[in-house]
């Protein structure tokens, strides 16, 4: 089965400067909308591979390129602004999901904005990532390894051992740090199928 995916983009300004932001939309009102913090090797428009596995499930999914910023949250919290002024994403729940190098900026973004409501951590690679679950305050986090990881694996067993109570663990088996999309979009459409979304709470 194929599926038409369109990206829209968006602008919205970070300490004066125009950033681009990218959006997929489901073709039903979303369920909730996943804001990616790409890899080192991706770009905001990834989300193009990412989308295919999640709106045909009824989720958007939105992102930005990262730029150097002193102030990630912030960098965020704008993009989040300006996704709230797309159509149909006004008061739509939100999800952080980081992978590798993404992952410690959606964590950070996640502890300091308590509306968020799930955090999805991909073969993350920095224990400081512990010091911001400690934010958690019972929202739940997915945690998604891969079991040949060359990269991260080490830093990722200490994030497991301070998960909160509402965590969930996934590890890939034959999988190295880097590796296609669609092998855990599916796990993560299922996680959040089982969530609990509001509008606007």
Known sequence: MF??????????????????????????????????????????????????GLTPRGYAIASFTTIPTPDPVGLANGAVAGLRMQPGLESTPLVAVGTSMGSLTAAQYFAANSDVKALVLIVPGSTQICTFLEHAKGRPVF??????????YGSGAEIRKCMTGNGKQLILNGASHIF????????IANWLDTLNFTSGN
């Open 180 to 187: 296609p999309p669609e092998a855990v979009t599916g796990e």
């Open 3 to 52: 599926f038409l995916l369109l990206i829209t983009t968006f602008t919205f300004h970070n300490r004066g400067a125009a950033v681009q932001g990218f959006v997929e939309m489901p073709s039903n009102p979303p369920r909730a909308v996943v804001l990616y913090f790409h890899r080192y090797v991706e770009k905001g428009d990834s989300i193009a591979v990412w989308a295919q």
């Open 143 to 152: 945690l998604i390894q891969a079991d040949q990881d060359e990269v991260t």
